[in-house]
C-alpha cells in the first residue's frame, strides 16, 4: 500500500507530464549513470536530455574559443566557472526544442547554478517540475568509473571529482528539498530497475 508522503511525492511529477512536458533536473555524484537513465527517460517524457558535459566535450572536440577555455579544467576534474556555465546552458535551453521542457544532466552543480536555472527559468513564466537525485555509494561509483575507463578517470582524478561533488553540488540537495522538488532514487540497482522507478515517478509506463 501507498503511504501518504509517496503519494505526495509523486504528484508534481505526474501533473508535469499530463500536460506533456517536463522540466527536470538529474541530480547525483559522477558516475552514478545519470547519463544512462537520461537517454531513456527523456524519451518517455518526450524532451531533450542536455547534458553540460557532453555539450562541453563537444566543444574541446571541435576546438571552439570555450573548448580550448575549458580543456584543462575538465581534465582536472574541477568545475567550469559559473557564468561560463550560465552562458552554455541558457543558450541551450533558448533552442526550440527545449520549449516544452528538458531533462538537464550535471547542471546545475553548484547553488549559483541553481539559482541562474531559476532565474533562467522565471524570466520564461516556467519553474522546474522535479529534481531526481541517483544516489550510488562511493566505492561503487570509483569501481564504475575505473571500469569506464575515460581517458580522465584516472582514480586521482575520479576521487577529487566526488569531493568537488560534496563540496559544491551536495548542498543542492537541501536547496531543492526545501523547495518540494527534490525525489529520491537508488541508483545501486540493475540500470532496468533504476529506469522503472525514474519512468514511474512521472506516471507513465515504462
Ligand atoms: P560530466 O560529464 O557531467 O561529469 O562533466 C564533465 C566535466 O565537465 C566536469 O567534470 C566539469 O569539469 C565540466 N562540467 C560539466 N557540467 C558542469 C557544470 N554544470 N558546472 C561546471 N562544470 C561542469
Do not use: W
Amino acid at each position: 500500500m501507498d503511504g501518504a508522503a509517496e503519494n505526495g511525492s509523486t504528484a508534481g511529477a505526474s501533473a508535469a507530464s499530463a500536460e506533456g512536458g517536463a522540466r527536470v533536473v538529474l541530480l547525483g555524484p559522477p558516475g552514478a549513470g545519470k547519463g544512462t537513465q537520461a537517454q531513456v527517460l527523456c524519451q518517455h517524457l518526450g524532451v531533450p536530455a542536455i547534458s553540460t558535459g557532453d555539450m562541453l566535450r563537444e566543444a574541446v572536440a571541435d576546438g571552439t574559443e570555450l573548448g580550448k577555455r575549458v580543456d584543462g579544467i575538465m581534465a582536472s576534474g574541477a568545475l567550469v566557472d559559473d557564468a561560463t556555465m550560465a552562458e552554455v546552458v541558457r543558450e541551450r535551453l533558448a533552442k526550440p526544442d527545449a520549449s516544452r521542457g528538458f531533462l538537464l544532466d550535471g547542471y546545475p552543480r553548484t547553488l549559483p547554478q541553481a539559482e541562474t536555472l531559476r532565474g533562467i527559468l522565471e524570466s520564461a513564466s516556467r519553474s522546474l517540475d522535479a529534481v531526481l537525485l541517483v544516489e550510488v555509494p562511493e566505492d561503487e561509483l570509483v569501481r564504475r568509473a575505473l571500469l569506464r575507463g575515460r581517458g580522465d578517470d584516472k582514480e586521482s582524478v575520479i576521487r577529487g571529482r566526488l569531493r568537488v561533488y560534496r563540496e559544491k553540488t551536495e548542498p543542492l540537495i537541501g536547496y531543492y528539498r526545501e523547495r518540494g522538488l527534490l525525489r529520491e532514487i537508488d541508483g545501486n540497482r540493475p540500470i532496468e530497475e533504476v529506469t522503472a522507478r525514474m519512468v514511474g515517478l512521472f506516471g507513465v509506463s515504462p
